[in-house]
Nanobody, 115 residues
Framework: QVQLAESGGGLVQAGGSLRLSCAASGNIFSIHVMAWYRQPPGKQRELVARITSGGSTNYADSVKGRFTISRDNAKNTVYLQMSSLKPEDTAVYYC?????????WGQGTQVTVSS
């Protein structure tokens, strides 16, 4: 089993920044893809950004140019730097890890952007 510990959510004004972190621990063999998803109130969960073990990244169109995903393979940690935040970025953000033997979700961290 792999456990994911997320941190960094909170309340921020529009235009502000936040940095989310997600550290994986437990029985880790090899982590392939690490990603962030979000679920806005009353909506479905959606992919925000993903990063492969080699560092290739993909972003949702809505966050391109504002969010940056990165990872520290030695620490099994993925980060999401969020800048120029908008009220529509308000959501519960979930870390997702594709490990060699399983697929895991974090518990979620709330990000609220006030106008």
């Amino acid at each position: 089993q792999v456990q994911l510990a997320e941190s960094g959510g909170g309340l921020v004004q529009a235009g502000g920044s936040l940095r989310l972190s997600c550290a994986a621990s437990g029985n880790i063999f090899s982590i392939h893809v690490m990603a962030w998803y979000r679920q806005p109130p009353g909506k479905q969960r959606e992919l925000v950004a993903r990063i492969t073990s080699g560092g290739s990244t993909n972003y949702a169109d809505s966050v391109k140019g504002r969010f940056t995903i990165s990872r520290d393979n030695a620490k099994n940690t993925v980060y999401l730097q969020m800048s120029s935040l908008k009220p529509e970025d308000t959501a519960v953000y979930y870390c997702n890890v594709d490990e060699h033997y399983g697929h895991y979700w974090g518990q979620g961290t709330q990000v609220t952007v006030s106008s």
